[in-house]
Nanobody, 121 residues
Framework: QVQLVESGGGLVQAGGSLRLSCAAS????????MGWYRQAPGKQRELVAV???????YYADPVKGRFTISRDNANHTVYLQMNSLEPEDTAVYHC???????????????WGQGTQVTVSS
């Protein structure tokens, strides 16, 4: 099992910045993709950004040019730097990690508990 601990959410004014962190621990042999999703009230959870083990990245259109995802493989941690925040970015942000517990075996999909990001206008 993989446990994820998120931090860094909070309240910020429009135009401000926040940095989210997500640290993974537990039965980890290798972490493949790491990502961030968000869910706003009354809306479905949506992908924000993903980063592969080799550093390849993907961003959802609404956050391109404003958010940056990065990872620290040695410490099993993924970050999301959010700049130029807008009220539309208000949501609960969840970390997602796809990891394997052994050299040969299935990939596990783990989710963090979520951290609230609120952007005031």
């Amino acid at each position: 099992q993989v446990q994820l601990v998120e931090s860094g959410g909070g309240l910020v004014q429009a135009g401000g910045s926040l940095r989210l962190s997500c640290a993974a621990s537990g039965s980890i042999f290798r972490i493949n993709a790491m990502g961030w999703y968000r869910q706003a009230p009354g809306k479905q959870r949506e992908l924000v950004a993903v980063i592969t083990r080799s550093g390849g990245t993907y961003y959802a259109d609404p956050v391109k040019g404003r958010f940056t995802i990065s990872r620290d493989n040695a410490n099993h941690t993924v970050y999301l730097q959010m700049n130029s925040l807008e009220p539309e970015d208000t949501a609960v942000y969840h970390c997602n990690v796809k990891a394997v517990a052994a050299q040969v075996g299935p990939e596990y999909d783990s989710w963090g508990q979520g951290t609230q990001v609120t952007v005031s206008s």
